[in-house]
């Protein structure tokens, strides 16, 4: 049931969501930091034209971004909606895709095809990490890699988390790092990496010493960047075949 309902979700939210969905990151009062995170993702990647699968990826906005910046995507979703969406995005940007299928991305069918593989925000939609990192890891060429930005612990139980899943069925999931580079080990990957997401821009100083809620926050960023507590944040995480 949990399927059905990831691929019912964009028609359940209704024509004002589905418009939403499409206008990504503009549309979203998270854009800023949907931006900063594209940036912080391109920057961890090959250079173009680097063959990229862009997993989960919805209305395909994050997929237009890529072929804008170069590389040749291909793009998938488990729901036939929003594939239709990423064709109506990759027209509005005037970008090609080299495909945009209907795919569970949990029994992918490439093989040796890509040079990165990525989960941007989606893996914690998965019934099972394994399987999903497995398809990942079949699909990539040797020395590829896989990208994965996904939430830490403590996300299944946020209000938006529990509303989602008890008004539209979708899977919410804690998929911290520890879990990710887990399961990555399990399928075969080589090795990883965890680093830094993207982080509202801090006050550092208006020409007077620093407030005591900045100190506190710039330790706590401190304390964030270390181990084993990065691993339980939400981080993005390359994994290499």
Known sequence: MAKEDEIAYIERLGPLGRQHALDKP???VDRGRYLQEIGALIS????PPARVLDLGA???????????????????????EMVVMQ???????????????????????FDNEFDVVIFYDCLHHSDDEVSALRSAHRALK??????????????????????????????????????IVKAARQVGFAS??????????????????????????????????????????????????
């Not at 961890?44 to 250079?47: G, S, T, Y």
């Not at 064709?87 to 005037?94: F, G, I, M, T, V």
């Not at 100190?215 to 304390?223: D, E, H, M, Q, Y």
Request: glycine fraction near 8%; charged fraction near 20%; aromatic fraction near 6%.
């Open 26 to 28: 503009w549309s979203d």
């Open 44 to 47: 961890l990647l090959p250079q």
């Open 58 to 80: 919805g209305s395909g906005w994050t997929s237009c971004l890529l072929a804008l910046s170069g590389y040749r995507v291909t793009s998938t979703d488990i729901a036939p």
């Open 87 to 109: 064709a109506e995005n990759a027209a509005r940007y005037d970008v090609r895709l080299e495909a945009s299928i209907v795919s569970d991305f949990e029994s992918l069918t």
């Open 142 to 179: 040797p020395g590829g890699i896989c990208v994965t930005l996904e939430p830490g612990e403590g996300h299944h139980t946020a209000e938006l988390s529990m509303s989602a899943m008890k008004h539209l069925g979708v899977t919410e999931r804690d998929m911290p790092p520890s879990t």
């Open 192 to 241: 990883h990496a965890v680093h830094e997401r993207p982080l509202d821009p801090l006050l550092v100083t208006t020409g007077r010493w620093p407030t005591p809620s900045t100190v506190a926050t710039l330790f706590k960023r401190f304390i964030g960047r270390a181990t084993p507590v990065v691993m339980r944040r939400g981080h993005f995480v390359v994994l290499t075949k």
